[in-house]
């Protein structure tokens, strides 16, 4: 069975830019998980979604976006881009009780 | 909110020694998960506990879920330099639907000196 794919692996943005992210979780998985990864900061959610709906959220401004599809795929988006905002962005899928990641997005945010 | 306390930080351990972290936090959690990280990739799921008290293996790899059902710990034994990376526990609180979190830990980086 396919892992968690991310799409694109790698992107350099400037500030202000908006940018969007996608994944694909493992197939029959229906929840997805974003989350922002820093060295300073570690492993932060961002938001969940279920069944084409947003489950859960994080602690994030609402620069930050996401939507599911009706085929679980997953998108999240980032607005009005900051210096801050770059960072390694993860995708989970789950099923049942445990998470499986992506291998990320790396933005660079110049 | 809730908080992992994961530790060490880091460690810089010999090939063939054994390794053990852990994680503590001031919650209780329903399931706790281990992962490893390389550098670029995402975390892969090492092993996943799901009962207070429960042991459970991985070839050289055993992780416990503490009876408090606040604490988890991880060991590698014989350690290899394969073993390199970074490793993250994560509770996991809730029942599904909106009460699902999974909270991180900082992470142990794993040295291992061949």
């Known amino acids: 069975k396919a892992g968690v794919t991310q799409t694109p692996r790698y992107l350099i943005k400037t500030r202000g830019q908006q940018v969007t992210l996608s994944c694909s979780p493992i197939s029959g998985h229906r929840s997805v998980s974003w989350y922002q990864q820093t060295p300073g900061q570690g492993l932060q959610f961002l938001f969940e979604?279920?069944?084409?709906?947003?489950?859960n959220k994080g602690n994030f401004p609402g620069r930050f976006s996401g939507r599911q599809f009706s085929n679980s795929r997953s998108e999240m988006n980032v607005s009005t881009l900051e210096l801050g905002d770059s960072a390694l962005y993860l995708c989970?899928?789950?099923?049942?009780?445990?998470?499986?990641f992506g291998p990320g997005t790396r933005l660079l945010v110049l | 909110g809730q908080q992992l306390n994961q530790s060490p930080q880091s460690m810089f351990i010999q090939e063939g020694e054994d390794v053990s972290m852990n994680c503590t936090s001031s919650?209780?959690?329903?399931?706790w998960l281990w992962y490893k990280q390389e550098p670029g990739e995402g975390p892969v799921l090492l092993i996943a506990l799901y009962k207070a008290g429960e042991l459970t293996s991985n070839g050289r790899l055993t992780a416990q879920f503490g009876i408090t059902r606040k604490d988890s710990f991880l060991n590698i034994s014989a350690s290899i330099p394969s073993d390199v990376g970074i490793y993250f526990c994560a509770g996991q609180s809730g029942s599904g639907g909106s009460n699902y979190k999974l909270t991180f830990g900082k992470g142990t980086l794993l040295t291992v000196n061949p």
């Open positions: 989970a899928s789950k099923l049942g009780e445990t998470q499986y």
């Open positions: 979604y279920f069944s084409e709906t947003q489950r």
């Open positions: 919650s209780i959690f329903n399931t």
